[in-house]
């Protein structure tokens, strides 16, 4: 099967996506007109709509997503956050020890709120109006957001066994209906992204090393005189405009290959995705978005976020085992037989 030019197995079933640049457009200008004129309190309609509206144009097997957030709930979550926020800043200015032990507090809590907000956002999520969950205990959250993520901040080789852990929390800890998700993937994987990621590093700063002595020299100096004092200017602009393409580039890359070893390793029951992104692809997308982004003055932003979606999207397929009609309709009979919780369980979401 082949859609957007990645090939999927022929026995795999495609993600589609029909959302549209000029309809997201209309809803993510007056989404940001009333966010302002309400300072602020709009925006948690605002990810309602706009949640919505991506969901419902994501289907699969003829059938969409759907989304049912409450926007009073994550308006509660947001004031919550942003409340405590303001306390520990105002309390580092005025009150220091204050201020330090309620960002102790607040770091301390931190990985209990992220368990909420993925039960929040799955609980609301559904496919054929069966809903989602997520069933990850809050220990295991304290050792992926905190004490690995923790780790991880100084030292940093031990970041891509840190993100492995927290996908692999969030996936296994997911199910549909009652049939739970799987993930197979291992950190060695993700250490093999990221090794590639740094040799690739490696050389283009040392080319750009290379390239970037003999340029800067012609600039600061006539023979070997120095330039003008306002010529050191020069290597600072030069610098950052150089390292803003290098992200440009090395991102992409490392969000392609992490999407595909994510998917790949993925399961439902004994279902399971394929996922094929390529990152020369994503990188076309994303540099000539951005370069529209900032042609237009950030109009094109939800053009943007729309060709990107699709694209991310229609990469991944989904490969049933057997008939999916006659899984759908088991699930079906189990969620009701077993019932489901109350989205009261789930009603703050912090999440932006």
Do not use: C
Request: hydrophobic content about 50%; aromatic content about 18%; cysteine-free.
């Amino acid at each position: 099967m082949e859609q957007q030019g990645v090939n999927l197995q022929e026995s795999a079933l495609p993600f589609v996506f029909s959302g549209k640049g000029s309809e997201y457009f209309s809803i993510w200008i007056v989404n940001i007109a009333l966010t302002i004129v309400t300072l602020g309190i709009y925006s948690a309609w605002a990810k309602v709509r706009k949640m919505q509206y991506l969901y419902r144009n994501t289907s699969l097997a003829g059938s969409s997503f759907d989304y049912h957030g409450n926007p009073i709930a994550i308006l509660k979550g947001r004031l919550i956050a942003f409340g405590a926020l303001i306390g520990v800043q105002l309390a580092l200015q005025f009150a220091p020890r204050a201020g330090l032990v309620l960002l102790i507090v607040l770091a301390a809590v931190f990985p209990w709120m992220i368990k909420r907000s993925l039960q929040f956002k799955l609980f609301n999520s559904s496919y054929r109006g069966l809903r989602f969950g997520f069933d990850g205990a809050t220990g295991a959250a304290y050792r992926a957001f905190l004490w690995l993520a923790a780790v991880a901040s100084f030292i940093w080789p031990v970041w891509p066994y840190t993100l492995h852990q927290i996908k692999k929390y969030q996936h296994e800890n997911s199910r549909y209906g009652q049939t739970k998700f799987s993930f197979s993937a291992t950190a060695g994987q993700y250490y093999k992204v990221y090794f590639v990621a740094g040799l690739f590093s490696l050389g283009a700063l040392f080319l750009f090393g290379i390239f970037a002595g003999g340029f800067l020299k012609m600039i600061l100096f006539t023979g070997d005189e120095p330039r003008s004092p306002f010529a050191a200017i020069v290597p600072v602009i030069f610098l950052f405009l150089a390292f803003a393409v290098f992200q440009a580039i090395i991102g992409p890359f490392i969000q392609a290959r992490l999407q595909n070893v994510v998917w790949n390793n993925t399961q439902l029951g004994e279902h399971w995705f394929i996922s094929n992104v390529s990152a020369r692809k994503l990188f076309f997308i994303s540099f000539t978005n951005f370069i529209l982004i900032v042609l237009t003055l950030g109009l094109y932003k939800p053009f943007a976020t729309i060709r990107l979606l699709r694209y991310r999207l229609e990469t991944v397929g989904f490969v049933p085992q057997g008939s999916l009609e006659a899984f759908l309709a088991g699930q079906s009979q189990q969620q009701s037989a077993t019932g489901e919780e109350t989205a009261e369980m789930f009603n703050v979401d912090i999440s932006f």
